[in-house]
Each structure stands twice: as structure tokens, then as C-alpha cells.
């Protein structure tokens, strides 16, 4: 009999099962009373959660369509635009940013580090940038962002944008728009959010807004604002065809959210990864991301000497849990383990079992019980 396999990779994420229940539900016709109420509540969630006064976007699409949009509205060929970059996803910004004919400087760190905030103040002070881009969480590498300490740094340049890349941090770590001076967030329905791939979220602040009507007509059609701004405002209207059950599967995972509770749900990611995370040194893995500036969504996860990695995650996925591979110099090296969303006590522990499991038939012999009895022992302080 072959194992029931849990799909821990950073996203898409388990979906529960009462948002299942909503992506099986019959569909409607878009315009029915019922679903345009539920589809306007969404939108008003969203706003309330992440706090802004600006608006929120909804429309099918991935990630990568969100930061286009978010990056679409808020500049114009020639702008100059600073790109801080904390791995893969940070890198995808300065493709997307030079195709749209922006002048583009990037800040890169080493892999596992952070670039220092002080570093993204100084050269701020150099050139009238027009937006900044910043990926809270990059799965390439694990590394979270000091989100907060940037937003400090730039609201004291007046001109210049935060555009904050969240599709694998929304929803688990804080992310409070108008407080902390982020002007776009984009993210995707995969992740924190526990729902199927599918949606395109991208919420804009009032800076955000004000720059795109600045900015008159602009060449993208499908990502405008101005163009989506109406029907989220009252989706009874029409621009495209909106993923009517994609939609109410996020307004449930909204609903989960907001009976957890936004804070306690950011303070159990903090919990559950700090437990994963020393498990997995306990079994001897170390870890790419600096200690202090881990994500809690994932773990990047650094082979121990003898250990190939096709092999081990082809014997991990038969022990019953699925993980990611590592991304660009790091390919073959670690596997990255997602612990984010809707999961649960016996998720966490079966997959650390499956490891165990997995370096034992490895022949790491002396590892049964010693990730369990940590992980264990860390989530019940």
C-alpha cells in the first residue's frame, strides 16, 4: 500500500478541506446577487486585514502576473527603479522591470543574507528612484526580508514607491500596508493563503493609486488598475470573467483568517518554523538562511556530506511527504520544505517522520525519533 503523500513544497500548499468544499461548489453566473455580495466582501477583507485605505485586486492569474501589475501602474518607460534582491525571485524583478524599458539598479546579497538596510538607504540618497522592489520572502533561499526596517527608510524619499513581492509571505507574516509604508503588495492564492494556484492579488495603497492616475493611459491592458479599479469597487460591473469559485475559495480562507485571528496566525508561522527549523538541525541538516532572518514559511534545508538529492527526495516521497528542490547555485545541494498556511500538528509531524525515515533507509541510522521528539518538545512550550 502505498503512502498518502504530503505536499510540503512552498506552494501550492495543503487546502483544507472547507476551502475544497468552496472550489466545488456549482458555479453561478458572475453576475449573480449572492456572488457579487461575497465577491465585494472579499475585496473589503482584504483591505481590512491588510490594512489600507487604498484598494484590492482580484483577477485569475499567478505571482508573476501580480508583480506585472504591480509594477505596470506605479512607473513609466525611462523611470528609474532600485531592485533589492534576496535570491531568484528578487533576480525575476530586474527582467520584468528592463522589458518594460525601466533604468534599473540592483542591490544583491549573498545567497542565505540579507541586503543591509543601511545599504538600501545610501543608495536611495543617489538617484530619484520611482519605485523600489523588494521580495519579502524568496523561496530561493529562505531569507525573510527586515520588511518593516525598509518601509522606515523609504518613507523619508517622498517620490520613490515600496513594491513588496508576498506571494510567500502574505498571510504569515506581517504585511500592514499604510503602517509600515508599503504602496503595492502582490501575491498569489498558493501559499500563506491555503487556497488552489489561480489568483492574482495585488493590493495598492493610496500613493499607489494616486500615481497611477499620474501616469495617464499606460500600455498594459489586463494588469491596468483603472481598468479592474471599478469592478472591484462593485463587481456587479464587467471588465474579464472572474474565477467565481477561486473566489469564494479565498473568501473562505479570509474567514479562517480572521477567526484565528491575523496576529495569532502570524505568531503560530513563528512557532511552527522555529519548531521545524531546529528539528532539522537536531537531525543534522543546517540551514541557507542566516538564523536571524528566516522565513516561517519555508525552510532551505542543506544536505548533510553523503546525502544526493534525487535520491532523497524520490525515497521521501515514497516515506509519504513531497518537498521542492533547491533553485540556481544551490540545485542539488538542499531541498526547501514549506510549513506555511492551514497545516497542522500531524502534517508537521508526519513529515518529519518521512525524513527520518528517509535518512534511515540512507543508512543514518541513529536519527528514529530524535526530529519528532524536538519538533515536538519545540511546539508544546
Not at 518607460?77 to 524599458?101: A, I, T
Not at 520588511?147 to 506581517?174: H, N, R, S
Request: negative net charge; contains cysteine; hydrophobic residues 40%.
Amino acid at each position: 500500500m502505498k503512502n498518502r503523500k504530503l505536499v510540503m513544497i512552498p506552494g501550492p500548499t495543503p487546502v483544507v478541506r472547507s476551502i475544497q468544499d468552496q472550489m466545488g461548489r456549482e458555479t453561478v453566473a458572475f453576475g449573480d446577487p449572492d456572488f457579487i455580495r461575497d465577491f465585494k466582501e472579499l475585496i473589503e477583507d482584504l483591505k481590512d486585514i491588510f490594512k489600507t485605505k487604498g484598494q484590492a485586486f482580484v483577477l485569475a492569474g499567478t505571482g508573476t502576473l501580480a508583480m506585472e501589475m504591480g509594477i505596470a501602474n506605479v512607473v513609466k518607460e525611462g523611470d528609474e527603479v532600485l531592485v533589492v534582491s534576496h535570491g531568484f525571485f528578487g533576480d525575476r524583478y530586474v527582467e520584468l522591470c528592463e522589458r518594460k524599458g525601466l533604468k534599473v539598479d540592483v542591490l544583491e546579497s549573498e545567497w542565505g543574507k540579507i541586503v543591509p538596510v543601511e545599504e538600501i538607504e545610501k543608495k536611495l540618497q543617489e538617484k530619484n528612484y520611482k519605485a523600489i522592489t523588494v521580495t519579502h520572502v524568496d523561496t530561493s533561499t529562505g531569507v525573510c526580508a527586515p520588511l518593516k526596517e525598509i518601509g522606515e527608510v523609504v518613507k523619508k524619499f517622498e517620490d520613490t514607491l515600496l513594491v513588496v513581492d508576498g506571494v510567500c509571505a502574505t498571510a504569515a507574516e506581517p504585511e500592514y500596508l499604510d503602517d509600515m509604508g508599503i504602496d503595492v503588495l502582490i501575491t498569489g492564492s498558493q501559499k500563506a493563503f491555503g487556497v488552489a494556484p489561480g489568483l492574482a492579488i495585488v493590493l495598492a495603497g493610496p500613493k499607489a493609486l494616486e500615481r497611477r492616475k499620474s501616469l495617464g493611459s499606460i500600455k498594459d491592458y489586463y494588469v491596468d488598475f483603472e481598468k479592474w479599479a471599478p469592478i472591484m469597487e462593485d463587481p456587479s460591473k464587467y471588465f474579464g470573467t472572474p474565477p467565481v469559485n477561486l473566489i469564494w475559495a479565498l473568501k473562505e480562507s479570509l474567514r479562517i483568517i480572521k477567526e484565528e485571528g491575523v496576529e495569532n496566525r502570524y505568531k503560530r508561522h513563528i512557532k511552527v518554523a522555529r519548531a521545524m527549523q531546529a528539528a532539522l538541525e537536531e537531525l543534522g541538516f543546517s540551514l541557507l538562511a542566516e538564523k536571524e532572518y528566516r522565513a516561517v514559511t519555508l525552510s532551505n534545508v542543506l544536505y548533510m556530506d553523503g546525502i544526493e538529492d534525487g535520491e532523497f527526495r524520490k525515497i521521501l516521497a515514497e516515506e509519504g511527504a513531497v518537498v521542492a528542490g533547491g533553485l540556481g547555485q544551490y540545485a542539488g545541494k538542499m531541498f526547501r520544505l514549506g510549513h506555511m498556511g492551514n497545516i497542522d500538528i500531524h502534517d508537521l509531524v508526519s513529515t518529519m517522520s518521512a525524513i527520518e525515515r528517509t535518512l534511515y533507509r540512507l543508512g543514518i541510522k541513529d536519527v528514529l525519533g530524535k526530529g519528532v521528539g524536538k519538533l515536538t518538545e519545540e511546539l508544546l512550550k
